[in-house]
């Protein structure tokens, strides 16, 4: 089966960084898009990044965190990684791992909740 | 590309079909998909390529539609599909979801 579990997630204050870690397992990881997509309480779903597989690693961010956050990935450990850095009271968010980016996301992680409060 | 949902709320007898529409602000061909979310868990894929059930989804569960106008339909709707449903594009990036649609028991 499938598993994506996210980690990483805390109560930050604004300015602040940190990085979120996704490991998978259940499928082969380094062929596949590896994707961030985040919700802030109460809101919608919102895509923040994506980076593809099969030793491409093109990178793709929304515009709302280009700059400040980076998506990478190590196939060897079959985890996905997301950098956050100066971070900002509306990034306070359940950030989702999924797999895929070009087609859908097609599994979900349970999430890691950033919170960004002064 | 600007995805628009509607109805915001949807309400629907148990046991009716519910349709809910996304409209894409530019063609998307057909790469659309659809997610249910239920309160306090992840999105669960639906549909992708606006009309290929994922796996292990239920029937009653339909997309279609192309270019900027797409329908999700449910069938006979059952207690555990009255939540929230998102479209997506993923023709253009940055890729983007719709605001949803609640679907609430009249």
């Known amino acids: 089966d499938v598993q994506l579990l996210e980690s990483g997630g805390g109560l930050l204050q604004p300015g602040g960084s940190l990085r979120l870690s996704c490991v998978a397992s259940?499928?082969?990881?380094?062929?596949?898009?590896m994707s961030w997509v985040r919700q802030a309480p109460g809101k919608g779903l919102d895509w923040v990044s994506t980076?593809?597989?099969?030793?491409?690693?093109?990178?793709y961010y929304a515009d709302s965190v280009k700059g400040r956050f980076t998506i990478s990935r190590d196939d060897s450990e079959n985890t996905l990684y997301l950098q956050v850095s100066r971070l900002r009271a509306e990034d306070t968010a359940i950030y989702y791992c999924a797999k895929g980016g070009g087609s859908g996301f097609d599994f979900w992680g349970q999430g890691a909740l950033v919170s960004v409060s002064s | 590309i600007l995805m628009t949902q509607s109805p915001a709320t949807l309400s629907v007898f148990p046991g009716e079909r519910a349709t809910l529409s996304c409209r894409a602000s530019?063609?998307?061909?057909?790469?659309l998909a659809w997610y249910q979310q239920t309160p306090g868990q992840a999105p669960r894929l639906l549909i992708y390529?606006?009309?290929t059930r994922a796996t292990g989804i239920p029937a009653r569960f339909s997309g279609s539609g192309s270019g900027t106008e797409f329908i999700l339909t449910i069938s006979n709707l059952q207690s555990e599909d009255f939540v929230v449903y998102y479209c997506q594009q993923y023709d253009k990036w940055p890729l983007s979801f719709g605001g949803g649609t609640k679907v609430e028991i009249k």
């Open positions: 980076i593809s597989g099969s030793g491409g690693y093109n990178t």
């Open positions: 390529a606006a009309s």
């Open positions: 259940g499928f082969t990881f380094n062929t596949y898009a």
């Open positions: 530019h063609s998307l061909g057909s790469n």
